[in-house]
């Protein structure tokens, strides 16, 4: 069984940046994916990126996010650039088999870590 543990999460204001890690108990799935759940909404696709690097964003982010694993730390980041409010949620790290945005596609799950982003 894969543990997942993200870190990065804060309070930052709309424009900024902000960095989240995500680190693997083990070796790292062939996909991991991040994702994010605000107060009252479903959880969605943010980005997801195969063991190759090859990336695939939602269009809310594209531009602005940037996905990244490194395989030898069994890790994968996301930097998030010009950061909006609607971006505030709960992120999530997500590993899989599969190269898709389907969150019933990921097995494994992080605990899950803060973005607020004030106006």
């Known amino acids: 069984q894969v543990q997942l543990v993200e870190s990065g999460g804060g309070l930052v204001q709309a424009g900024d940046s902000l960095s989240l890690s995500c680190a693997a108990s083990?070796?790292?799935?062939?996909?991991m994916g991040w994702f994010r759940q605000a107060p009252g909404k479903e959880r969605e696709f943010v980005a997801t990126?195969?063991?190759?690097?090859?990336?695939y964003y939602a269009d809310s982010v594209k531009g602005r996010f940037t996905a990244s694993r490194d395989n030898a730390k069994n890790a994968v980041y996301l930097q998030m650039n010009s950061l909006k409010p609607e971006d505030t949620a709960i992120y999530y790290c997500?590993?899989?088999?599969?190269?898709?945005?389907?969150?019933?596609?990921?097995?494994?799950w992080g605990q899950g870590t803060q973005v607020t982003v004030s106006s």
């Open positions: 997500a590993g899989g088999e599969v190269y898709t945005i389907s969150v019933e596609s990921y097995p494994y």
């Open positions: 083990r070796g790292g799935t062939y996909v």
């Open positions: 990126t195969r063991i190759d690097g090859r990336t």
